[in-house]
């Protein structure tokens, strides 16, 4: 499975982004994704994942309300749409993927598959 991130960017605080994950490869073992973000001198941290079986959406209380995942099927997308930016925001995105969904999907070491980063800068 390879993940390619991209749509990451300069921004001023309130404005928005969207992110894309594009997968290719077995694709279909693939049962569950999720965004990480990591800031220069911080560890990397949860963003949201998509239970697409549930249709629920899990996000991290800092981005809650103003972030959402989609995708695409047809184009083995997933987005992250970025609202109300904040400079806090700025970080490395990453997208990440792992066969099967599990309990501590807030957890990057869970994960298999990481796409390269894109990153996301936010100015005041």
């Known amino acids: 499975v390879q993940l390619q991130a991209s749509g990451g960017g300069l921004v001023q605080a309130g404005g928005s982004l969207r992110l894309s994950c594009v997968t290719s490869?077995?694709?279909?073992?693939?049962?569950?994704m999720a965004w990480f973000r990591q800031a220069p001198g911080k560890e990397r941290e949860f963003v949201g994942a998509?239970?697409?079986?549930?249709?629920?959406?899990y996000y991290a209380d800092s981005v809650k309300g103003r972030f959402t995942i989609s995708r695409d099927n047809a184009k083995n997308t997933v987005y992250l749409q970025m609202n109300s930016l904040k400079p806090e925001d700025t970080a490395v995105y990453y997208c990440a993927a792992r066969i099967n969904w599990i309990v501590d999907y807030r957890s990057a070491h869970h994960y298999n598959y990481w796409g390269q980063g894109t990153q996301v800068t936010v100015s005041s």
């Open positions: 490869g077995h694709t279909f073992s693939v049962d569950a």
């Open positions: 998509p239970r697409w079986s549930l249709r629920r959406t």
